[in-house]
């Protein structure tokens, strides 16, 4: 694995969790706008955009998540870990789909166990 993954998941997380807060956006159309728009951006520079856009798609997942419950450093957290399970337990698994989310899940819900035990949560910062 290289810094690619956390990169790609990181940038994923990020842009979907501040654009699914503005008016016209949701979470679900921020990951699926930004999803395209990044494949779109891989394919024009010769990158690898079928893996690419896989791992920054399993990072939208992660931005989807519930402002009110993760902060910035919570949400780096969970994509970071994604990236760990993406790289290690998307080939031991059959396909993309099932993978992809069952890592974006497990990766959250390891964050929010971390929370719940007594981890520091992100503050909410004033606009």
Not at 13 to 42: G, V
Not at 54 to 75: D, E, N, Q
Not at 122 to 127: E, G, L, P, R, V
Request: proline share 3%; aromatic share 16%; with cysteine.
């Amino acid at each position: 694995m290289t810094i690619t993954y956390p990169v790609l998941a990181l940038a994923g997380a990020f842009f979907t969790f501040y654009l699914a807060k503005h008016n016209r956006f949701d979470a679900i159309r921020a990951s699926a706008a930004l999803s395209i728009i990044a494949y779109l951006i891989f394919a024009q520079l010769s990158l690898n955009a079928e893996l690419y856009s896989i791992v920054f798609f399993g990072g939208t997942f992660i931005g989807m998540s519930a402002p009110h419950r993760f902060g910035v450093y919570t949400l780096a957290s969970s994509a970071i870990i994604f990236s760990l399970f993406f790289a290690y337990l998307v080939p031991i698994l059959d396909g993309f789909g099932g993978a992809l989310g069952i890592s974006a899940f497990l990766s959250v819900c390891i964050c929010h166990l971390f929370i719940l035990l007594g981890a520091p949560r992100s503050k909410k910062t004033k606009i």
